[in-house]
């Protein structure tokens, strides 16, 4: 096992750049996932890692070795990728200790040690079929047991998730989160899934157009985002924004669309008639007399909870209750955010007001 340093890192192909400077800290032992929309560099990022792509700028270490210019062969990190990749002439045992066969490693240690990665994997039923006798969630297990049996000081794993269906990427993840667990890996993992990220991660990394965003464990990010970006993408359904002024004349309060009045717990000092964007989640809504005036648009029960889509002051939201309500579209009801829940952002940055 060993740690990761990513240090002012900095890719371009040609004359545009991807990455712009990244740092980030992973210790030892730790599940880092780094998570994002398409196209905000977190693959790049991680093929850098592996040594797939090369370094523009800055420095990668693994351990205490500078990896830029080492092959990947030579990083001792094993990656799984969304594409299976397996040998479809070769059974799952020979799919496994084929890697262990390439560096000359004596039959019987791959025997060992694949034996000991499919026990891990439950695979041992299935050591002497072919990938095309497997499940999609047995040939990842596949795929995982190959890059478990090289041992290695770091696992990347990249998008392992997304060609399987929702319910096996449900059981698949409490699999690569007991793994990691056992075998206590520093592991890098790749998703756009924030479900998956905050499920899984010790550590998540935000990115967005090739920076972090922010960095930390998941329920910080979820409690204390640092700003609008941040507070949009983590979380499901997606926060609630809605953009007014900071009112502190006669209580404070926060003056959204239309004009309505929406509670507040605390504000920056000197901030009245601020403009600001108010953030609410939509499981932090309660049904309240004096709560603001919301037509239901939409109701979507679940089985679990009831979301409903609401309009107040003219503009959308999407509140989620965990009771049973008997909501019809047209109805009015009125929607009160718990105050000490709620977040605020400077409309012009983004980024979080604090009081």
């Known amino acids: 096992m060993a740690s990761v340093t990513i240090r002012d890192v900095v890719k371009a192909f040609g004359a545009t750049q991807v990455i712009h400077g990244v740092d980030i800290e ?4 730790e599940f880092v996932v780094l998570v994002g929309p398409s196209g905000c560099g977190k693959s790049t990022l991680l093929r850098m890692i592996a040594g797939l792509e090369n370094i523009t700028a800055g420095e990668i270490r693994i351990g205490e070795r500078v990896v830029n210019n080492v092959p990947p062969k030579e990083r001792d990190i094993a990656m799984v990728f969304q594409n299976y990749a397996l040998y479809p002439h070769m059974t799952v045992a020979a799919n496994m200790g084929f890697s262990l066969k390439l560096r000359g490693a004596p039959k019987s240690e791959i025997e060992t040690r694949v034996r000991r990665a499919a026990e891990i994997l439950g695979l041992i039923p299935y050591l002497e079929r072919y990938p095309r006798q497997l499940s999609g969630g047995q040939r990842q297990r596949v795929a995982m047991g190959r890059a478990i049996v090289r041992d ?10 997304s060609n399987l269906d929702a319910k096996l990427r449900v059981a698949m993840r409490t699999e690569i989160k007991e793994l990691h667990q056992r075998l206590k890996t520093t592991t890098v993992y790749v998703t756009h899934d924030q479900i998956e990220a905050m499920t899984m991660a010790d550590k998540i990394v935000v990115m967005h157009d090739g920076i972090v965003e922010q960095m930390g464990r998941p329920l910080e990010l979820y409690d204390r985002p640092d700003n609008l970006f941040v507070a949009g993408f983590i979380g499901s359904p997606a926060m609630n924004f809605l953009k007014g ?3 502190g004349n006669g209580g404070l309060a926060f003056e959204g669309p239309g004009g309505v009045r929406l509670p507040l717990a605390v504000a920056p000092g000197a901030s009245e008639g601020r403009p600001a964007v108010y953030g609410v989640r939509p499981e932090h809504f309660a049904l309240a007399d004096d709560g603001a005036d919301a037509e239901i648009q939409v109701v979507e029960p679940t089985g679990s909870e009831i ?3 609401a309009k107040v002051g ?4 999407i509140a989620v209750f965990r009771e049973r309500h008997q909501f019809n579209p047209g109805d009015r009801i009125r929607l009160k955010p718990d105050p000490r829940l709620v977040h605020l952002f400077d409309e012009p940055s983004g980024k979080r007001l604090s009081a």
């Open 26 to 29: 992973i210790a030892d032992g």
């Open 245 to 247: 002024h900071i009112r």
């Open 307 to 309: 979301q409903v889509v």
């Open 152 to 161: 290695p000081q770091v696992f990347l794993f990249d998008e392992p998730l």
């Open 314 to 317: 003219g503009e959308e939201v």
